[in-house]
C-alpha cells in the first residue's frame, strides 16, 4: 500500500524490505567473477529475514539471469545491472569513510542503517566511533542476528534506535554524538524515501550538526515532473510483475516519493558545503563495471561527497 506520514515496517514489508533487496544484491555481487566488494554478512542477514525470493537470491539458487530473462528477451528488471549498482554504490560509501577516516575524521554516522554491516566488516581506526541510526525493530533484529553468527563489531559501535521522523538529533546526543567534532556522514539509499521537503529538513539538520571539516556523502535522486512519474511508475511495475512471478508481492511504485525536489549538490553548495559529483555511470565506470543506458533504472542518480 502507498506510504502514509506515519507508517511503519519491518525488514520484510514496504520501505524495509528495500533494505533486505539491498543485502540479497550485495550478497549477489560478492560472489560475482571480479567483485569490487566484500560483504560476508549480506547473505546470512538476508537468510534471516526469511523473504524467500530474497533468501533465493542472496544464496544463488535464484540467479539473476533468471530476473534478467522473460518472454520477449527484455528485462524489465535488469537484476543483473542493479546488482552491479549496488556493488558500485557500496564501494563509493566505502571507500568514502577510508578517506574520511585518512583525513583524521573520528567521528561517524550512519543514517538509516539498515542491513548495513560496515560497523562488522570494515576495518576502523581504534579510536573513532561510529553511530547506526535506524529504527528500534531493525536494530534490535540486525544485532541479534550478527551476534548470533558470531560477529563482532570492528569499531567502537552506538546504535541509536529511533525513527527518523522523530528527535534522532537529541537521541544521537544522548548517545554520545559530539557536534563539536567533524563527523563522516553517510544517507545511503535514503533520499528518494522521503518526501521533497523531509530531504531538505535532514540536509539542514546534518548542516546543523555538522563542525567544520565534517563529510557528507549522499545519492542525489532526480527530480521529477507529473509525466516523469507516471512514466517512472510504470517501468517500476513492469519490475515488480515480473518479481511476483517468483513469488515476490510488493510494488516498489508505492514506496518511493516522487515529484519536484531539491537537487542535492546545489542545495548543499547553497549552505556551504564543498561538493563533489559524480554520476552513476561514471562511478561504474570507475570500479571496472559496465555503464548503464540512459532509460535503465537509477542511471541518472549522482552520488554526492560533500565538505563542511
Given at each position: 500500500?502507498?506510504?502514509?506520514?506515519?507508517?511503519?515496517?519491518?525488514?520484510?514489508?514496504?520501505?524495509?524490505?528495500?533494505?533486505?533487496?539491498?543485502?540479497?544484491?550485495?550478497?549477489?555481487?560478492?560472489?560475482?567473477?571480479?567483485?569490487?566488494?566484500?560483504?560476508?554478512?549480506?547473505?546470512?542477514?538476508?537468510?534471516?529475514?526469511?523473504?524467500?525470493?530474497?533468501?533465493?537470491?542472496?544464496?544463488?539458487?535464484?540467479?539473476?539471469?533468471?530476473?534478467?530473462?522473460?518472454?520477449?528477451?527484455?528485462?524489465?528488471?535488469?537484476?543483473?545491472?542493479?546488482?552491479?549498482g549496488m556493488a558500485a554504490?557500496?564501494r563509493f560509501f566505502d571507500?568514502?569513510?577510508?578517506?574520511?577516516?585518512?583525513?583524521?575524521?573520528?567521528?561517524?554516522?550512519?543514517?538509516?542503517?539498515?542491513?548495513?554491516?560496515?560497523?562488522?566488516?570494515?576495518?576502523?581506526?581504534?579510536?573513532?566511533?561510529?553511530?547506526?541510526?535506524?529504527?528500534?525493530?531493525?536494530?534490535?533484529?540486525?544485532?541479534?542476528?550478527?551476534?548470533?553468527?558470531?560477529?563482532?563489531?570492528?569499531?567502537?559501535?552506538?546504535?541509536?534506535?529511533?525513527?527518523?521522523?522523530?528527535?534522532?538529533?537529541?537521541?544521537?546526543?544522548?548517545?554520545?554524538?559530539?557536534?563539536?567534532?567533524?563527523?563522516?556522514?553517510?544517507?545511503?539509499?535514503?533520499?528518494?524515501?522521503?518526501?521533497?521537503?523531509?530531504?531538505?529538513?535532514?540536509?539542514?539538520?546534518?548542516?546543523?550538526?555538522?563542525?567544520?571539516?565534517?563529510?557528507?556523502?549522499?545519492?542525489?535522486?532526480?527530480?521529477?515532473?507529473?509525466?516523469?512519474?507516471?512514466?517512472?511508475?510504470?517501468?517500476?511495475?513492469?519490475?515488480?510483475?515480473?518479481?511476483?512471478?517468483?513469488?515476490?508481492?510488493?510494488?516498489?511504485?508505492?514506496?518511493?516519493?516522487?515529484?519536484?525536489?531539491?537537487?542535492?549538490?546545489?542545495?548543499?553548495?547553497?549552505?556551504?558545503?564543498?561538493?563533489?559529483?559524480?554520476?552513476?555511470?561514471?562511478?561504474?565506470?570507475?570500479?571496472?563495471?559496465?555503464?548503464?543506458?540512459?532509460?535503465?533504472?537509477?542511471?541518472?542518480?549522482?552520488?554526492?561527497?560533500?565538505?563542511?
Amino acid at each position: 500500500m502507498p506510504r502514509t506520514e506515519n507508517d511503519t515496517w519491518d525488514l520484510a514489508s514496504s520501505v524495509g524490505a528495500t533494505a533486505t533487496m539491498v543485502a540479497a544484491a550485495r550478497a549477489v555481487a560478492t560472489k560475482a567473477d571480479n567483485p569490487v566488494i566484500d560483504d560476508p554478512y549480506a547473505e546470512p542477514l538476508v537468510r534471516a529475514v526469511g523473504v524467500d525470493f530474497f533468501t533465493k537470491l542472496a544464496s544463488g539458487e535464484l540467479t539473476a539471469a533468471d530476473l534478467d530473462a522473460n518472454d520477449s528477451g527484455q528485462s524489465p528488471v535488469g537484476m543483473s545491472r542493479f546488482a552491479d549498482g549496488m556493488a558500485a554504490r557500496t564501494r563509493f560509501f566505502d571507500d568514502f569513510f577510508a578517506a574520511a577516516c585518512a583525513a583524521g575524521i573520528r567521528q561517524a554516522v550512519i543514517l538509516a542503517s539498515g542491513l548495513d554491516a560496515r560497523g562488522y566488516r570494515l576495518s576502523w581506526p581504534q579510536d573513532l566511533t561510529l553511530f547506526e541510526i535506524d529504527q528500534p525493530e531493525v536494530i534490535t533484529f540486525k544485532k541479534t542476528t550478527l551476534a548470533q553468527l558470531g560477529a563482532a563489531p570492528t569499531v567502537d559501535l552506538k546504535t541509536v534506535a529511533i525513527d527518523l521522523r522523530g528527535d534522532w538529533p537529541a537521541a544521537l546526543a544522548a548517545a554520545g554524538f559530539d557536534a563539536s567534532a567533524p563527523t563522516a556522514w553517510i544517507a545511503e539509499g535514503l533520499l528518494g524515501y522521503l518526501p521533497p521537503d523531509a530531504q531538505d529538513r535532514l540536509l539542514d539538520t546534518i548542516g546543523e550538526l555538522s563542525a567544520p571539516g565534517s563529510r557528507l556523502a549522499v545519492e542525489s535522486v532526480p527530480s521529477q515532473t507529473v509525466a516523469d512519474q507516471d512514466e517512472l511508475r510504470e517501468r517500476m511495475k513492469e519490475s515488480t510483475d515480473q518479481w511476483r512471478s517468483h513469488g515476490f508481492d510488493l510494488d516498489f511504485s508505492e514506496l518511493v516519493f516522487l515529484g519536484e525536489r531539491a537537487e542535492v549538490s546545489a542545495y548543499l553548495r547553497e549552505q556551504g558545503w564543498q561538493v563533489e559529483a559524480t554520476p552513476t555511470n561514471d562511478l561504474l565506470r570507475r570500479y571496472g563495471l559496465e555503464p548503464l543506458d540512459s532509460d535503465e533504472g537509477f542511471a541518472d542518480v549522482v552520488y554526492v561527497d560533500a565538505t563542511r
